[in-house]
């Protein structure tokens, strides 16, 4: 079974930084893609970022480039997001997604995790 | 890179059928036939509900269809269920490896 869980979330001040993390478990973690996608409170999904099953390539939304680190340790099946220079319009759940397709980029995440969320305010 | 347009709301009747359209452009729906569906009921995580324009996820029922017709893609839910009542997003790739979703559109099963 498919198992996506973050973690890391919680209140930060303006300007700080936090690191999340998603462990994932029931499938070969470094075949797959994964996406962070966010969601403001009562807002709809915005994408953040993206990285390939090796790491290789990763993208960025143009809201978060410069500010936030997608990275994975596929030794330890869990991606991450480093998240530097917060803002107040960060504040949102972040949900780590798999692609659903073998070795490909991110298009569609047929598996998400329950989000966590990432509150920005002094 | 402006989001999706979707309708704010669609509504119907247990039975009946009901289509959610998503805009976008040229450089992102109109071209690429990665548009995917989600359903999302609230304080849940997203679900995929159709993918790569038109094609389902196992698991997913055969109510749900997808389409595209130049820049708008559409979700249609056909025998609508109370358990269809949720909020819909699109989202299409958009080029140099950007995503983009719709607004979102709350679907209400009268």
């Known amino acids: 079974e498919v198992q996506l869980l973050e973690s890391g979330g919680g209140l930060v001040q303006p300007g700080g930084s936090l690191r999340l993390s998603c462990a994932a478990s029931g499938f070969t973690f470094s075949s797959y893609a994964f996406s962070w996608v966010r969601q403001a409170p009562g807002k709809g999904l915005e994408w953040v970022s993206s990285?390939?099953?090796?790491?290789?390539?990763?993208y960025y939304a143009d809201s978060v480039k410069g500010r936030f680190t997608i990275s994975r340790d596929n030794s330890k099946n869990t991606l991450y997001l480093q998240m530097n220079s917060l803002r107040a319009e960060d504040t949102a759940v972040y949900y780590c997604?798999?692609?659903?397709?073998?070795?490909?980029?991110?298009?569609?995440?047929?598996?998400w995790g329950q989000g966590t969320l990432v509150t920005v305010s002094s | 890179q402006s989001a999706l347009t979707q309708p704010p709301s669609a509504s119907g009747s247990p039975g009946q059928s009901v289509t959610i359209s998503c805009t976008g452009t040229s450089s992102d729906v109109g071209t690429y036939n990665y548009v995917s569906w989600y359903q999302q009921h609230p304080g849940k995580a997203p679900k995929l509900m159709i993918y790569e324009v038109s094609k389902r996820p196992s698991g997913v029922p055969d109510r749900f269809s997808g389409s595209k017709s130049g820049n708008t893609a559409s979700l249609t839910v056909s025998g609508l269920q109370a358990e269809d009542e949720a909020d819909y997003y699109c989202s299409s790739y958009a080029g140099i490896n950007n995503m983009i979703f719709g607004g979102g559109t709350k679907l209400t099963v009268l």
């Open positions: 990285i390939s099953g090796r790491g290789g390539s990763i």
């Open positions: 997604a798999k692609d659903m397709q073998y070795n490909s980029d991110w298009r569609a995440g047929d598996y």
